[in-house]
């Protein structure tokens, strides 16, 4: 047994908000905790990572304001390159799941490997499934075998895989500990991820500052609308749910995102507020239906308050955790292209009226209460650090 007072940690990730915004929850909590944290992460990031308290470093050799372009096709490496540089004066290395060289590299180095899920954990039959339905997203990797092939041997080169595919390298390079940011209830093929590797922690809502929100006036059941830090632009979407929800006895907060301009919505009652970004949370704790995209760190979210959901999935994991909300009974799924107004309207209708759909809810917000959340995390963390 190894006992410190506290551990010098080092986490890193990659510049997508779904991967990194459930992660700043644990570096406040393990930063609280006294642990050295230092986080690596796009220059983007910084004022995000240092508000939890930890020392942020950006990849190395990298724009000070990358484009999208940028950062969707260098920090894969740059991130490598840093962790590289500097991983060694750490105890361990806390990575999420779509940096896939974590655990080969953490090795390389001689410290802890820790990987985090923001979506399912993950292996062949998850990333099979990921495959049949993702679209044209990076999950369409796992559909065509030889497309797989030609992208993972040389990166299985030049990062020293274990493996050469990135099929298997996910799913069989894997450290002894694992969080994954849902209720295990909520896991697809929840039986093959074995407890004494797999810790499901439920919703990363812990560690996460609170923001002031008042909702629209008006005593109507609250619908909150968001597609998401990636596809909130949908000019359409957003003026169909304005139809939909103009004068049908309900409230309605939406979060656009700053591609859609909200004068571009025509005239709004005033049970409807529309904002660029809402804090989320706030919302979710006073809304009754929220219709979503189905990111994942959203549905965990909305499982935390007991929210029922309406999904309109687009791609990558959102389709299999739309289905996944369907096979439990906590809301319905709206396939995007055939979303009328009326449609969007009488699908709110049946699952605001669904009672068994709201004593379902209330099973898994216990549960996903119960799960710990980032205070468990960091605990399971330092314990994996004393046996080191």
Not at 29 to 56: C, K, N, Q
Not at 74 to 86: E, G
Not at 369 to 380: D, P, S, T, W, Y
Request: proline share 6%; net charge neutral; charged share 20%.
């Amino acid at each position: 047994m190894n006992e410190r007072d506290f551990y010098s940690i080092l986490m890193v990730n990659l510049p997508f908000s779904g991967h990194t915004n459930p992660t700043l929850g644990l570096a406040r909590v393990l930063t609280d905790m006294g642990h050295r944290v230092t986080y690596i992460h796009s220059p983007t990031w910084r004022e995000a990572v240092e508000d939890t308290g930890a020392d942020f470093v950006p990849y190395d050799d990298y724009p000070l304001c990358p484009s999208p372009f940028q950062d969707r096709m260098h920090c894969w490496s740059a991130a490598y390159r840093t962790v590289l540089r500097i991983g060694s004066d750490y105890d361990c290395l806390i990575y999420e799941m779509l940096f896939v060289s974590g655990k080969a590299l953490a090795d390389r180095l001689g410290i802890v490997p820790i990987r985090i899920f923001s979506t399912f954990a993950l292996n062949e039959h998850v990333l099979d499934d990921f495959g049949r339905s993702g679209g044209l997203y990076l999950t369409s990797i796992f559909r065509f075998p030889r497309l797989r092939s030609l992208i993972s041997a040389p990166l299985s080169r030049r990062y020293g895989w274990r493996f050469r595919e990135i099929e298997a390298e996910i799913a069989c390079n894997s450290p002894s500990l694992n969080i994954v940011y849902t209720p295990r209830s909520f896991q697809i093929y929840a039986k093959e991820f074995p407890s004494s590797r797999y810790a499901f922690v439920g919703a990363s809502i812990d560690g996460r500052c609170s923001e002031p929100f008042s909702p629209p006036g008006g005593s109507g059941p609250l619908i909150y609308i968001s597609l998401g830090t990636e596809l909130n632009k949908s000019e359409r979407f957003f003026r169909r749910c304005v139809e939909a929800f103009r004068s049908c006895g309900v409230r309605v907060v939406m979060a656009i995102g700053g591609s859609v301009r909200p004068e571009s919505l025509g005239s709004l009652p005033p049970t409807i507020m529309v904002r660029s970004r809402v804090p989320q949370l706030e919302v979710l704790a006073r809304a009754s239906l929220f219709i979503t995209h189905g990111g994942m760190n959203s549905v965990n979210e909305a499982l935390f308050y007991g929210v029922p959901m309406l999904v309109v999935p687009v791609g990558n994991d959102q389709p299999t955790v739309a289905r996944r909300v369907k096979e439990l009974g906590l809301g319905e799924v709206l396939e995007a292209h055939a979303v009328t107004a009326d449609v969007l309207r009488e699908a709110a209708m049946r699952v605001l009226s669904d009672r068994e759909c709201h004593t379902r809810l209330s099973e898994f917000r216990r549960e996903t209460c119960n799960a710990g959340g980032n205070a468990e995390a960091a605990k399971l963390i330092v314990e994996r650090l004393n046996r080191a």
